[in-house]
């Protein structure tokens, strides 16, 4: 029947049985010694048992919520904020019966079908949040879910997965990648798993490129020496020196006999708002053509953003490795953002607070933003960036 068969008490009675030293499941199960002191044995160890069942009938309900989080970090951060932390001590059970516990379920729960429970790779959970929360969209929902679940069920990829994202500011870049993180890592952002880069904040002077190079070649191998599935995410990646970039081009190239290290399960993640203008073009000429959005399809978009990629002299990924040695293997489109769009993000936005709203609120909210070209005023100029902030104007 197993564990989840079982009522929570008698659950967790039989691990403590399991682990408690002379049960069936510890060294010494094979039965008590005999002879004189057979009894006596017997009877401490009754007695042993007897006080933890007694201690697993008094657990409270914030032993068991402290016991779930440390299985199922999901949603307990802001719990672990509010409550005082494991100062209610334990007594009987014991802070080690709960570390053990934990770390048995994790022996052959989901959290280790990877092999490693830092690794969740919750596709189904990304794919709903997609459609739930990111807007307008259609293209880079398709080709996020696609690319990531072909490179997770894949049993030996054979280089690294690249995904370079494209669009406006406010359009969903870093939202994606967010979501990405919180789904393939059980503690998101906050894994040891992950690496986040900011260009101006991490690389702010091109005179020390060849001290950033030294030290983004050592975090990267640092990284995927200690998880066999690593994610590194580089922010405003338009900005970064093409000597950087020529740096780490060697972990997401195909990994040959030379290989330092195993990096064919790594995930590489570019954000940039260059290549936003040929997005942008193109879903104007479908809107003016009185063609819908859901029609523009991947060709029509990556052939124009390859396009000014290649044309562009100032341009990172032109003057590196990536596009000439392809390895970059999906150019993600983030389109522009429409007013109705820029309701869904007003409407999250006040959900996210708990906070009333109605369909008036949400259209004033739209209007505070800037909307171009100037004759259509189609698409927002900040996408859903500081919608949040709008929402301060309408609150009581």
Known sequence: MGLAGLPGGLGLACCLLLLLPGGSGGRGGRGAPRGP???????????????????????????????ACRVWRDGCEEEEESSPGPGWSLPLVGQDYLEILSAWYCSFGKCCETGDCRIANNITGLEADLNR????QHLAKAVVIQAV???LQSLQPGKALVLSFHGWSGTGKNFVARLVASH?????????????FISLFHFPHHTYVDSYKAQLQKQICETMQLCKQPLFIFDEAEKLHFGLLDTIEPFMAPCDTKCQVDHQRSI???????????????ALDFWRAGRTREEI?????????RLELLES????????????ENLIDFFVPF??????????????????????????????????????????KLFSAQGCKSVSQRISYFLP
């Open 37 to 67: 002191w057979g009894e006596e044995w017997g009877k401490a160890r009754y007695e042993a048992v007897k006080k933890q069942l007694g201690a697993v009938g008094a657990l409270s309900k914030q032993y068991w919520r402290y016991l």
């Open 133 to 136: 929360q990111l807007h307008g």
């Open 149 to 151: 679940q072909g490179f």
């Open 184 to 196: 393939l890592y059980r503690d998101g952002l906050k894994s040891e798993c992950v690496r986040v």
């Open 268 to 282: 590489f993640l570019f954000l940039s708002n260059f290549g936003g203008n040929a997005i942008n073009e193109v």
């Open 297 to 305: 399809s991947m060709e029509f978009v990556e052939r124009r953003l």
């Open 313 to 324: 002299a100032e341009n990172s990924y032109a003057r590196s490795s990536l596009l000439k």
């Open 335 to 376: 389109l522009p953002l429409e007013f109705h769009h820029v309701k869904l993000c007003a409407r999250d936005a006040f959900l996210a607070r708990g906070l009333p709203y109605t369909e008036a609120v949400l259209d004033e909210v739209a209007r505070m933003m800037v909307f171009v070209p100037k004759e259509e």
